[in-house]
């Protein structure tokens, strides 16, 4: 690959490994943007758009964005905010993937159990600006000053040892199920912020040519991202529950109602949140509903 290649070309940075890989895979399938990465090659051209991909660490792409170095790219919130990168791009979509949360944790055996108790000892985090931020006012508050205040160390990665390791009193670290801190000893006592996947632009773009690919490829991703979110429910149910019905089911514009065969009786076909069914179906039941099913989106523009 050389600078030629890459020339009239949307540059594309998606996060290398770790958590978002796969997910950012499958959202690029989706949106039907084709490429054959070469082995351990970190750029590589689309083919069948004017973009080249830009594999690189999910903590590193907000400053290649942000710089207008990249033109688009998929990372975590997170990692924006510990950048300090918020003012130099966009969010243009949250992807509703790699959602956690960034929280405070402390050995469940012992004398801290509030962030309050942890003011003023030793903090150990991958976040390091975030978590300054977070004590900075912690120890405002509680009017810790100089050699009083908390003090927080950078560490890379395997944050939830320190703890055990007697190098911090207590982390910042990210927390999605629960296991990592869990099996190490620890509990959360306060949330940082909550963070997941988001596709970000650059406020400063070197190559403004590209624009109207961004919208292109903005828009296939949205078509994804509530593929995944939405389903569509159908059922059927008699005409004078169908006001009752239609309040649980009430669409995103307004339900498709058609007439069946059988006197005063619908079928109703409706968007509801993937996420929301289970519960949605049982009201659907108790308000009447009959054969009710649901059925997967594979794509969608809404
Ligand atoms: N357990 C998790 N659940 C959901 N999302 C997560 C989780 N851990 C991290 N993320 C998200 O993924 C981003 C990248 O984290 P990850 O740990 O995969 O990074 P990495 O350091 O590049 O990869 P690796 O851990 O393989 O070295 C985080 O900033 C966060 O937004
Ligand atoms: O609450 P959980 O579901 O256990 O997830 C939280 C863990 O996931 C992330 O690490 P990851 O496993 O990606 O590896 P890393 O420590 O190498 O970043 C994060 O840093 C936590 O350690």
């Not at 009193?169 to 940082?192: K, N, Q, Y």
């Not at 968007?271 to 289970?278: D, L, Y």
Request: net charge neutral.
């Amino acid at each position: 690959m050389n600078a030629e290649s890459l020339e009239g070309r949307l540059l594309f940075a998606i996060p290398k490994k770790g958590r978002l890989y796969d997910k950012c895979i499958s959202l690029l399938a989706g949106a039907d943007i084709q490429f054959r990465r070469s082995n351990r090659l970190d750029v590589c051209v689309v083919l069948n758009h004017p973009i080249a991909l830009v594999f690189l660490p999910a903590a590193d792409i907000p400053s290649f964005v942000g710089k207008g170095d990249v033109d688009l790219g998929i990372t975590g919130h997170d990692v924006i905010l510990e950048a300090q990168m918020q003012g130099l791009v966009t969010q243009v979509l949250r992807l509703g993937f790699g959602k956690c949360s960034l929280q405070v944790q402390v050995p469940e055996v012992g004398s801290i159990k509030t962030v309050d108790d942890l003011a003023g000892k030793r903090v150990v985090s991958s976040f390091k600006n975030l978590s300054q931020g977070y004590f900075n006012q912690v120890d405002s508050r509680l009017q810790l000053t100089g050699a009083n205040r908390t003090t927080i160390e950078y560490v890379g990665g395997s944050v939830e040892a320190a703890c055990a390791l007697g190098l911090a009193d207590g982390i910042v670290d990210l927390v999605e199920s629960g296991d990592t801190m869990r099996a190490a000893g620890l509990h959360a006592i306060a949330t940082v912020l909550d963070t997941e996947a988001v596709l970000i632009k650059s406020n400063s773009p070197k190559r403004p040519d590209v624009a109207s690919i961004i919208d292109v490829i903005t828009t296939r991703i949205a078509g994804v991202v509530a593929a995944n979110k939405y389903v569509v429910c159908q059922y059927n149910i008699s005409r004078d529950k169908l006001a009752a019905a239609t309040l649980i089911t009430p669409g995103r514009k307004a339900p498709t109602i058609s007439p069946l065969e059988e006197d005063n009786w619908v079928g109703v076909s409706s968007m509801i949140e993937k996420s929301k069914s289970a519960s949605i179906m049982d009201d659907l039941m108790k308000a009447g509903a009959e054969d009710i099913l649901i059925f997967n989106l594979n794509n969608c523009r809404v």
